[in-house]
């Protein structure tokens, strides 16, 4: 018969008594890390709700010999523990081990027999039953084994419920960061109000640096569970804005988490918990990598949360102007991420602040506008929310304000070929604006027709024409660089491949005397189109297809005219004229 001390006989069942469930708290017990089938309330560990088969329990209260007999023979088709599942193997290891906790020569026996016989084929990680129970939400285990801990409390020298798995993790992390709302309610009812405070503080240990925590809350606030944030915090009633500001081990607060998971009701919760305006506003204003949680939310395109978050501050325009170590406003960010819903939402706040609003949409990343990126990521509905927040007469300043290559948004969308940018950007203008736009030039004395005909893009070419007058074809396509070259001069250097339809478009643009004129206009060094096309143009087919370097020559090409050494140039132009890949590749 086995030995009965720990156990109540129901038959050929045996339920644990309170010294037993007391054993299995105190000890680390093993289970399956990668459980991905959702065990039933039936099969809750140690089967505290179903009693403990009479084969474990025998073999457990056998002598040690058998007892390592057992271990070894396990995968052995005649073993008795074939098929146990890794919880009996633990009760089992529980058992033997209150059985045999003074003889110290077994005890050095056990990890090896655990290791290489007994659980060699278990993925294990180590837990208490506690531990499973609050993962799987098995809620009847959990309140039979919160019980006895009200119990038996008293009894310890280190308070159970402060328990970690190997993960440094509580039981009440547990349940925090797998939603299971009833039983983090059992946990912390099962505990005085002191031991509360205490468990809500506990830190996950690794969190080395003691500046950082991880508590149950940043977990719940994380993954989204609202119920179970609303709960920790009703826990709390005083120093609640220094627990809301703890920071896990990368540097997140509760709010952070929250917020870049996008979980818009914990947001609410945690904001509604601080009834002080004044520290509502300041939690909004924490950084993590000088990001408060609105850059986070304009980055992730969370509206709903961003809006939470403005409507928390008083003053919304100094929290709009603040920016992160990239010295990022949200709204560049929110631009940058491609946001237009984000976008809308900052802006809307300060819509019967124009002033205000104007300097919000104006002010720059050390080199760029809002506007400048949007262009540049072909954001065409940003561009257009961006545009239309601001009145008629101040969209020409706007649009000539320049980035730290002093090129303007048409430049940037005439090099990229933006096509619907390009209409947008022209169409905020009126008419009388178009020319003095249009020849704005960047810190090489491109304009917006230059970095077109470069690039090749054709349509935009189109688009800039049709905003001018006839009248005013020609005086816009003889302005020219600091190099002196005009947009054609920059065509037949390109290496694009609609290099030779930009050169046609240009041309046909002009009448045939105003086209004579324009053919023979020099560079700086002293080269026309016609004598340029003579050197590049036959040559530049013939090298698109024969040599894989032609591009990158061309670009050398045009970069070292832009230089203005002649000499470099020259020989270039020779080295084109060879059509010599050798003597290309020497170049």
């Known amino acids: 018969n086995p030995d009965t001390t720990n156990l109540k006989n129901l038959g050929n069942k045996f339920l644990p008594k309170k010294n037993l469930i007391r054993l299995i708290l105190q000890n680390t017990l093993n289970e399956p890390s990668q459980n991905k089938e959702k065990k039933s309330e039936q099969s809750a560990p140690f089967c505290l709700r179903n009693g403990i088969s009479e084969t474990l329990l ?3 209260h056998e002598k ?4 390592i007999e057992t271990m070894i023979s396990t995968d052995k088709k005649e073993s008795i523990c074939k098929n146990w599942v890794v919880e009996n193997k633990v009760l089992f290891l529980h058992i033997i081990g209150n059985r045999f906790k003074d003889d110290i020569e077994f005890f050095n026996l056990i990890p090896h027999l655990i290791e290489n016989h007994f659980f060699r084929s278990d993925n294990i990680s180590l837990k208490t039953p ?3 129970a609050a993962e799987n939400g098995y809620i009847e285990g959990v309140k039979i084994l919160s019980n006895a801990l009200k119990e038996q409390r008293y009894l310890d020298p280190e308070p159970m419920y402060l328990m970690k798995n190997n993960h440094d993790k ?4 547990i349940a925090a960061e797998n939603g299971h709302t009833q039983i983090v309610t059992i946990l912390l009812d099962s505990l005085t109000a002191e031991e509360r405070l205490d468990y809500l503080m506990i830190n996950t240990t690794h969190d080395r640096d003691t500046n950082f925590i991880t508590t149950p809350l940043h977990l719940a606030a994380k993954n989204g569970h609202t119920q ?16 809301l500001k703890k920071r896990d081990h990368n540097s997140y607060n509760p709010l952070h988490l929250a917020t870049k998971n996008g979980h818009t009701n914990v947001v609410s919760a945690l904001l509604t918990k601080l009834k002080n305006p004044a520290q509502q506003d300041k939690m909004i204003k924490e950084q993590y990598n000088g990001n408060t949680p609105l850059h986070i939310a304009a980055e992730k395109g969370h509206t709903e949360i961003v809006m939470k978050l403005l409507d928390s501050t008083e ?3 100094q929290y709009l102007m603040t920016k992160n170590n990239k010295n990022a406003t949200s709204l560049y960010i929110a631009v940058e991420n491609g946001h237009p819903n984000v976008v809308s939402a900052l802006l809307a706040k300060l819509e019967n602040h124009p002033i205000l609003q104007a300097n919000i949409i104006k002010n720059k990343n050390n080199k760029s506008t809002p506007l400048d990126i949007a262009v540049e990521n072909g954001h065409t509905q940003i561009v257009t929310i961006l545009l239309n927040s601001l009145p008629q007469e101040q969209r020409l300043d706007y649009l000539n304000t320049a980035n730290k290559m002093e090129d303007t948004a048409l430049h940037i969308a005439a090099k990229k070929g933006h096509t619907q940018i390009v209409t947008i950007l022209l169409d905020s203008l009126t008419p009388e604006q178009y020319f003095e736009y249009l020849t704005t030039a960047d810190q090489w004395g491109d304009t917006p027709l230059h970095s077109a005909a470069e690039n090749g893009h054709t349509e935009v070419i189109n688009l800039l024409f049709k905003r001018l007058k006839p009248e005013k074809y020609f005086e816009y396509l003889i302005k020219t660089n600091k ?3 005009t947009p054609l001069h920059l065509a037949i250097y390109s290496s694009s491949i609609n290099s030779e339809l930009v050169i046609k478009l240009l041309v046909t643009m002009l009448t045939p005397k105003e086209q004579l004129t324009y053919l023979k206009i020099k560079n700086n060094d002293n080269l026309s189109p016609t004598s ?8 530049f087919k013939h090298l698109a297809h024969q040599n894989p370097n032609s591009y990158k020559l061309l670009k050398t090409l045009k970069n070292k005219a832009n230089s203005g050494n002649y000499k470099i140039n020259s020989k270039l132009l020779r080295c084109l004229r060879k059509k010599s890949s050798t003597y290309i590749n020497t170049i």
């Open 315 to 317: 003053n919304v325009y």
């Open 483 to 485: 190099r002196g070259n």
């Open 58 to 60: 025998k073999a457990a």
């Open 64 to 67: 040690k010999e058998s007892i």
């Open 532 to 539: 340029l096309a003579k050197h590049v143009g036959p040559t």
């Open 228 to 243: 179970i944030v609303t709960i920790l915090l009703a826990e709390l009633t005083k120093n609640i804005f220094p627990y």
């Open 130 to 132: 506690l531990f499973i």
């Open 170 to 173: 509580t039981p009440l992390h």
